[in-house]
């Protein structure tokens, strides 16, 4: 009896079903990531791939040319220089710290003093920052076939800037150099691209938006070792516009010659715009110092030099004004309705106010009109009239003019000054008692005030224009680099204004007319020239000499330049300071007359 078996049919269980659906959907995430990679990525993947064999530099963007108001002489300009650059995370690396002594030795330099560079740059860690400017070519040479022999070290020429004049201008222009942690939260507040050089202090600070340009990119292709075979493409740097400055450097160098071996300052306007024709501070540095980044032991040393060259007195040196402050007691007299023009005051040579005693150039002027007792500056006149007046009416007047406030230049790290006000009184730490006597004191400009040489500038062009000063500027126009090259005119802005009487503007006038047409201003005469001014002499340390003050205008009606000279330690005003004062005014009169023959021909 055959036996028929039943056909055997597989068992599908559960496992076998799970196994089969993993598998599947694996498979699938497979050729989905693949079809991502290929397709939705591809250009993706194909410039990351592009990049491991390309590699894009930055290339420095000449800085801004700077000329005087002539248009023709150039302060500052740009040339091309080697520069030596490190990586810094890779040079300041544990294993790399032989790296910068090597390459000192090379370049016959202090390294700390590149160490200083890279720690400054840390900012950009892995690129390529200026460690060293200047490299010879046999160093530069030397440097790049060290090669991987020196890491994080390379060679690169730039477009640097220099200084024809650097002496004259360094307190105006000042320096560049290699940006530190504080320039690059400065420049990325005002939305700005950090470049490799950056202004420092003065006119290269203030306009760092306009002078810095715009960099160029250059892409290379490089090898498995990261060095260049070709340019791939390039896009050409933008350079920073330029500036036409109000300077006049016939008048800057004139002011550095008379001014050579004195501390003090020089400071000359256009009363009618506001324009700086010349800024000077004496002494100055030499800005070629701070090329390449300055060393400790030479910052040391002018930071610490008893004549403070690194300090700009003509916008930051603070002094008491002395006789030329009268001008404004005479202001704030004329505006309390206490009219000082017809009023006449004996003289004794002193005034004597509770237990003060004021001494009036040590012999008697016997009586005084306003204009004899400011063409001889008289203490009791003007101290019994500061009296009569208050100290409110004297400050509030001052603080109108312009003092005890910064005049808003466009320069960096201006001093406001100080006038004794409510505020200030109210501010001190410990309550002050004010006597009659600090008030004839200011009224003389002593005691408690202090002014820069600009802010008296400022009050002899407000005399000079009857009333109304200009805001100063030291930049006239800027020209945008690019091929239209638009020129941006700056506009002149009222600074201040005092409103008084054309008689009393006309009285004033005549008494400093009178100043140096018999008075203590003899010696700043010129020929065929009527021109206003007023002395001073200002006590600032018992048995030295005082400071010489300087302040005036010219012509006297229509005038065409307003002047502050100080020079400190050096006695009186109107021996020191008029002699230079006449060089400068006779010297800017005379530019003036030639340009009007040259431009009537």
Request: with cysteine; net charge positive; charged share 25%.
């Amino acid at each position: 009896m055959s036996i028929i078996h039943k056909p055997h049919e597989p068992n599908l269980d559960l496992r076998h079903i799970v196994s089969l659906i993993v598998i599947g959907l694996c498979l699938c995430a497979i050729f989905l990531r693949l079809w991502v990679l290929q397709v939705v990525r591809h250009e993706e993947f194909v410039e990351k791939a592009q990049s491991y064999r390309t590699s894009s530099f930055s290339r420095l963007a000449p800085r801004g040319l700077i000329y005087d108001r002539t248009g023709k002489v150039l302060l500052a300009g740009v040339k091309p220089r080697i520069i030596v650059t490190a990586k810094p995370k890779i040079v300041l690396a544990e294993k790399n710290k032989w790296v910068l002594k090597k390459l000192a030795q090379m370049l016959g330099t202090e390294e700390k003093k590149l160490k200083k560079e890279c720690e400054e740059g840390f900012w950009k860690p892995l690129l390529p920052t200026p460690i060293f400017l200047g490299a010879t070519p046999s160093q530069a040479t030397r440097i790049a076939e060290a090669g991987d022999a020196l890491p994080g070290i390379g060679v690169e020429t730039q477009a640097t800037r220099y200084y024809p004049e650097s002496k004259a201008y360094s307190h105006l222009l000042s320096y560049v150099w290699t940006p530190d942690s504080d320039d690059v939260v400065r420049l990325k507040e005002m939305k700005l691209e950090v470049p490799d050089y950056v202004g420092k202090d003065g006119l290269e600070y203030v306009y760092e938006d306009r002078l810095m340009g715009k960099p160029g990119i250059e892409r290379v292709e490089v090898n498995a070792q990261r060095k260049p075979i070709r340019v791939l493409e390039r896009e050409n740097p933008v350079p920073g516009d330029r500036l036409i400055l109000s300077i006049d450097n016939r008048l800057q160098m004139l002011a550095q010659k008379l001014m050579a071996g004195r501390e003090g300052a020089v400071v000359m306007t256009d009363p009618a715009t506001g324009e700086v024709l010349c800024l000077y501070s004496s002494p100055v540095y030499d800005a070629k110092k701070f090329d390449g980044g300055i060393s400790s032991k030479n910052y040391k040393e002018l930071s610490e030099d008893k004549h403070t060259p690194l300090n700009n007195r003509a916008i930051k040196g603070l002094y008491s004004p002395g006789s030329t402050f009268k001008l404004i007691t005479a202001m704030a007299a004329e505006k309390a309705g206490m009219s000082s023009l017809y009023r006449h005051v004996n003289c004794p040579g002193f005034l004597k106010i509770g237990n003060r005693t004021v001494r009036c150039q040590n012999h008697a002027h016997g009586t005084m009109s306003f204009r004899t007792a400011l063409q001889k500056s008289c203490n009791t006149y003007f101290g019994s009239l500061a009296d009569n007046i208050g100290r409110e009416a004297i400050s509030d007047t001052a603080l109108e003019a312009g003092l005890g406030a910064k005049t808003g230049i466009d320069m960096r790290t201006e001093y406001k000054g100080l006038v004794p006000s409510d505020e200030w009184l109210d501010s001190r730490r410990k309550p002050m008692k004010w006597y009659r006597g600090d008030t004839v004191n200011i009224g003389i400009g002593q005691g408690y005030l202090q002014v820069t040489p600009l802010q008296m500038c400022q009050v002899a062009s407000l005399v000079a224009n009857e009333g109304v000063s200009y805001k100063p500027h030291v930049v006239k126009a800027i020209i945008e680099s690019g091929p239209d090259g638009k020129r941006v005119d700056i506009q002149r802005a009222i600074a201040h204004e005092i409103r008084l009487s054309t008689t009393f503007w006309n009285e004033m006038k005549a008494a400093l007319i009178a100043v140096i047409e018999g008075g203590t201003g003899g010696r700043a005469k010129i020929p065929g020239v009527t021109w206003a001014a007023k002395t001073g002499s200002t006590e600032h340390r018992s048995g030295k000499k005082t400071h010489a003050w300087f302040i005036g205008f010219a012509p006297a009606y229509q005038p065409k330049v307003a002047i502050s000279v100080i020079v400190e330690g050096a006695g009186h005003g109107g021996e020191i300071s008029a002699p230079i004062a006449k060089q400068l005014v006779q010297t800017y009169l005379e530019i003036l007359r030639k340009e009007s023959a040259a431009s009537s021909n």
